[in-house]
């Protein structure tokens, strides 16, 4: 099992076309979209039903989380300054280059990242929007762990 891309869940998509989820891509408040890091021990998967995009299920369960008690939270860490916008048949969904852990964090064995609403509960609680590749283990010890998203955003959609 490993990761090997970095994608946006089909079913999210899916769901808030077809107005299933409330999903907001443009609410920057804190706390509605958490990055929860993930080990090697996960295969994700693109195409899996909306429940199972979620955070603590399937493939995203808390066992297979990476997080310091102190500095990076089981759960994940809120995106901050969430923007999502328009230009030239461009759909992009941004954020700044954050969450970022204290200066003291301690993370070991972290391959990845689930994006996350923790405000929907339909049709599932935390319905997961995308997941991040690190290209490789990512570590940390008694230092800072920052994100840091593409110049083109979480994700891009050309129409």
Do not use: R
């Not at 979209?33 to 955070?55: C, S």
């Not at 066992?63 to 030239?88: H, Q």
Request: proline share 3%; net charge negative; glycine share 8%.
């Amino acid at each position: 099992m490993s990761w090997s891309a970095s994608k946006i869940f089909v079913a999210t998509i899916e769901d808030m076309l077809e107005n299933t989820t409330a999903i907001d891509l443009n609410d920057a408040s804190a706390g509605v979209f958490l990055a929860a890091l993930f080990d090697n021990d996960i295969t994700p998967d693109q195409t899996v039903t909306a429940a199972n995009t979620a955070y603590n299920v399937g493939k995203w369960a808390n066992t297979n989380e990476v997080s310091d008690t102190t500095n990076w939270d089981a759960g994940g860490e809120p995106l901050t300054s969430v923007v999502f916008t328009t230009a030239s048949n461009v759909l992009t969904w941004d954020a700044a280059n954050t969450p970022q852990s204290g200066t003291t964090c301690t993370l070991a064995n972290v391959y990845g990242c689930l994006v996350y609403c923790a405000t929907i509960s339909t049709p599932v609680d935390n319905q997961g929007v995308t997941f991040h590749y690190f290209g490789g283990v990512q570590s940390v010890t008694g230092g800072t762990f920052t994100i840091v998203w593409h110049t083109s955003g979480l994700f891009t959609l050309t129409l």
